[in-house]
Every structure is written in C-alpha cells, then in structure tokens.
C-alpha cells in the first residue's frame, strides 16, 4: 500500500481552501450581526438587544440559480459584508435538496416562517423588525443586482422602521418634522390602498392600468421627497 504523502504546497492549498469554505458557512448556532445564521432564535435576541433590522433569506442554497446568483454576486462582495456588519442581522431559511444541510431542528420552523410570510418562491429576502414581526420590506433577486442596488433597496425599505423615523426626526425643525412625518404617513397609507385594492382582483383594463400607474407614481413621488430631507 503506498503512503499518503502531502508536500508543503497542497497542504498550504488545503488550509486556505478549508478557511474560505468556513468562511463562507452559515452558522449552526449562535448569530453575530452581518453575518449568516440558521439559527433565528439566537438572531432575534441579538436583534432585540442590538435595536437592529432582520434580513430572512428564503434560499434553495443547492439547488436554486438565483440564490446561488445573489451569494456570488451580492452577499460574497465586501461592499454587502461590511455594510452588514454595521447595520443587520442576517438570518438563512433554506430549503435545500441535500437534507443534511439543515439540522433537523430548524425543518418544521422553516416551513413555518415560510408560511407565515406569504414565501411561495426561492429566493425571498424578507426585511423584519426587531419585534420579529413588523414586516419592513420584500425583495427579490435580479439578473442587474449588485451590492449598491441591494444596499439602496434595503435603505428604502428601513427608512419606514420606526427607530430611523424617530432617529431622522430628531434632527429636524419642528416644521421639517412635520412635513417629513406626513410623508411618511402618505406612502403607507397609499401603499394600503394600492395592496387592498389589488386583492380584490381588479380586472386588466386600460382604466385599472391608469390607476396602477398613479398609485405607484404616488408612492414613488413621496419616497424621493423622503430621501431629500
């Protein structure tokens, strides 16, 4: 039988792939801020503790193109990494093909938080609150995604969490409160409509479309008067 033998170099090759294999990981338990975890008990603790955002990726890690897309092109990129590591908590449901990557423990719940959502596709980035339960914002992968836009979609969707209004507002004048505050209340009360009235089934007019349109030029109209103050 021949003997194994290693020389310095593929040693040297082994341990650096090893390093960026675990750097990559999700962690099984525990959670430290920017970075991923499965275990979303410990990261809603450490979200609640730290006053900070939760961003739940529904993922098919082997199995799914895009959210395999999104690892590579968005949250492997050190412009994500450092912007995570100041601002959110990362938490990964996956629902892969290769059961032996999600312990047993976390199956049911996933399936849970799937359906508690309203998850239907792979993947979906839910943005949560700190309370675990205040939906903040709903995002997608795309074939244009990078850092910066992910970043920029992520910002619009917490500019609407309460600590940022109330840490934006203490800045202001009373009157530049007041206009910002009732921006605020006209995006989500027009956000409310357009989804109220798009679950009634609105047939595909020339009339609806128009409609369509103006609740969306509403709320796209208030954001960017947001983004001013």
Do not use: H
Request: hydrophobic content about 40%; aromatic content about 10%; charged content about 25%.
């Amino acid at each position: 039988m021949k003997k194994l033998t290693v020389t310095l170099g593929s040693f040297l090759i082994a341990v650096m792939l090893t390093s960026s294999l675990l750097a990559n990981n999700v962690a099984l338990e525990g959670a430290e801020v920017g970075k991923w975890t499965m275990d979303y008990d410990a990261a809603l603790a450490l979200a609640k503790k730290k006053d900070l955002p939760i961003l739940l990726n529904f993922t098919g890690s082997d199995w799914c193109g895009w959210c395999k897309f999104m690892d590579r092109n968005v949250f492997k990129k050190s412009e994500w990494q450092e912007y995570a590591s100041k601002n959110i908590v990362l938490v990964t449901l996956d629902f892969p093909q290769n059961q032996s990557i999600v312990p047993k423990k976390y199956v049911s719940r996933n399936y849970e938080m799937q359906s508690r959502f309203g998850v239907s596709g792979y993947p979906t980035f839910m943005i949560i609150d700190s309370d675990g339960a205040t939906v903040l914002g709903k995002l997608g992968a795309a074939r244009e995604m990078t850092p910066a836009i992910f970043i920029e979609q992520m910002e619009d969707a917490l500019m609407f969490r309460q600590a940022k209004i109330d840490q934006a507002v203490s800045k202001m004048t009373p009157v530049q409160a007041d206009n910002y505050l009732k921006l605020i209340d006209t995006v989500k009360k027009t956000e409310e409509k357009l989804m109220a009235w798009l679950k009634t089934g609105p047939m595909n007019t020339e009339a609806n479309q128009e409609k369509y349109r103006t609740f969306l030029a509403d709320i796209t109209s208030a954001r960017e008067k947001l983004k001013n103050f």
